[in-house]
Nanobody
Framework: QVQLVESGGGLVQAGGSLRLSCAAS????????MGWLRQAPGKQRELVAT???????NYADSVKGRFTVSRDNGKTTVYLQMNNLKTEDTGVYYC???????????WGQGTQVTVSS
Protein backbone atom coordinates (compact mmCIF):
# COMPACT_ATOMS: atom_id res chain seq x y z
CA GLN A 1 0.00 0.00 0.00
CA VAL A 2 1.38 3.37 -1.02
CA GLN A 3 1.68 5.95 1.70
CA LEU A 4 2.51 9.62 1.30
CA VAL A 5 3.64 11.63 4.31
CA GLU A 6 4.02 15.39 4.16
CA SER A 7 6.14 17.46 6.50
CA GLY A 8 7.66 20.89 6.70
CA GLY A 9 4.61 23.04 7.27
CA GLY A 10 4.50 25.73 9.89
CA LEU A 11 4.06 29.39 10.64
CA VAL A 12 6.09 31.91 8.69
CA GLN A 13 5.95 35.64 8.10
CA ALA A 14 5.06 37.03 4.73
CA GLY A 15 8.12 37.12 2.52
CA GLY A 16 9.60 34.08 4.20
CA SER A 17 10.23 30.59 2.89
CA LEU A 18 9.28 27.03 3.69
CA ARG A 19 10.14 23.71 2.13
CA LEU A 20 7.56 20.97 2.21
CA SER A 21 8.52 17.34 1.85
CA CYS A 22 6.44 14.42 0.70
CA ALA A 23 7.91 11.02 1.44
CA ALA A 24 6.54 7.97 -0.31
CA SER A 25 6.57 4.41 0.90
CA UNK A 26 7.91 3.26 -2.45
CA UNK A 27 9.12 4.55 -5.77
CA UNK A 28 5.69 5.84 -6.65
CA UNK A 29 7.05 9.10 -8.00
CA UNK A 30 9.29 7.52 -10.62
CA UNK A 31 6.48 6.53 -12.93
CA UNK A 32 3.60 8.70 -11.91
CA UNK A 33 2.69 12.30 -12.01
CA MET A 34 2.70 13.92 -8.62
CA GLY A 35 1.08 17.08 -7.43
CA TRP A 36 0.93 19.55 -4.62
CA LEU A 37 -2.51 20.86 -3.81
CA ARG A 38 -3.73 23.20 -1.11
CA GLN A 39 -6.95 24.12 0.57
CA ALA A 40 -7.46 27.46 2.22
CA PRO A 41 -10.14 27.92 4.86
CA GLY A 42 -13.54 28.20 3.26
CA LYS A 43 -12.18 27.55 -0.20
CA GLN A 44 -12.01 24.63 -2.56
CA ARG A 45 -8.87 22.61 -2.88
CA GLU A 46 -6.68 23.90 -5.69
CA LEU A 47 -3.79 22.51 -7.65
CA VAL A 48 -0.55 24.31 -6.90
CA ALA A 49 2.07 22.39 -8.85
CA THR A 50 2.66 19.15 -10.68
CA UNK A 51 5.72 17.17 -11.65
CA UNK A 52 5.50 14.61 -14.43
CA UNK A 53 7.67 11.48 -14.64
CA UNK A 54 9.78 13.14 -17.34
CA UNK A 55 10.64 15.92 -14.93
CA UNK A 56 8.47 18.60 -16.46
CA UNK A 57 6.66 20.83 -14.01
CA ASN A 58 3.64 23.08 -14.04
CA TYR A 59 2.54 25.71 -11.59
CA ALA A 60 -0.56 27.65 -10.80
CA ASP A 61 -0.26 31.24 -11.94
CA SER A 62 -0.49 32.41 -8.35
CA VAL A 63 2.74 30.64 -7.38
CA LYS A 64 4.82 30.84 -10.56
CA GLY A 65 8.26 32.19 -9.88
CA ARG A 66 7.91 31.58 -6.14
CA PHE A 67 7.36 27.81 -5.76
CA THR A 68 9.52 25.00 -7.10
CA VAL A 69 8.85 21.27 -7.21
CA SER A 70 11.81 18.91 -7.08
CA ARG A 71 12.51 15.28 -6.38
CA ASP A 72 15.38 13.54 -4.66
CA ASN A 73 17.60 11.17 -6.60
CA GLY A 74 16.20 8.23 -4.68
CA LYS A 75 12.82 9.06 -6.20
CA THR A 76 10.99 8.56 -2.93
CA THR A 77 10.68 12.16 -1.76
CA VAL A 78 9.42 15.23 -3.53
CA TYR A 79 9.72 18.76 -2.29
CA LEU A 80 7.89 22.01 -2.66
CA GLN A 81 10.17 24.96 -2.08
CA MET A 82 8.05 28.00 -1.33
CA ASN A 83 9.69 31.41 -1.39
CA ASN A 84 8.34 34.92 -0.92
CA LEU A 85 5.29 33.53 0.81
CA LYS A 86 2.13 35.58 0.92
CA THR A 87 -0.76 35.50 3.35
CA GLU A 88 -2.93 34.05 0.62
CA ASP A 89 -0.66 31.00 0.52
CA THR A 90 -2.07 29.95 3.88
CA GLY A 91 -3.78 26.59 3.85
CA VAL A 92 -3.38 22.85 4.21
CA TYR A 93 -0.97 21.49 1.63
CA TYR A 94 -1.35 17.98 0.29
CA CYS A 95 0.82 15.90 -1.93
CA UNK A 96 -0.80 13.46 -4.29
CA UNK A 97 0.45 10.92 -6.78
CA UNK A 98 -0.89 8.98 -9.70
CA UNK A 99 -3.95 9.90 -11.68
CA UNK A 100 -6.65 7.83 -13.30
CA UNK A 101 -9.39 9.45 -15.31
CA UNK A 102 -8.25 12.80 -13.97
CA UNK A 103 -8.58 11.78 -10.33
CA UNK A 104 -5.62 11.62 -7.95
CA UNK A 105 -5.12 8.13 -6.57
CA UNK A 106 -2.81 8.55 -3.60
CA TRP A 107 -2.97 11.32 -1.01
CA GLY A 108 -0.96 12.45 1.93
CA GLN A 109 -2.53 13.61 5.17
CA GLY A 110 -1.71 17.26 4.62
CA THR A 111 0.46 19.77 6.38
CA GLN A 112 -0.60 23.21 7.58
CA VAL A 113 1.10 26.31 6.22
CA THR A 114 0.25 29.61 7.85
CA VAL A 115 1.66 32.87 6.54
CA SER A 116 1.26 35.85 8.81
CA SER A 117 1.34 39.48 7.73
Amino acid sequence: QVQLVESGGGLVQAGGSLRLSCAASGSIFSGNVMGWLRQAPGKQRELVATRSPDGSTNYADSVKGRFTVSRDNGKTTVYLQMNNLKTEDTGVYYCAAGKIFGTWIYWGQGTQVTVSS
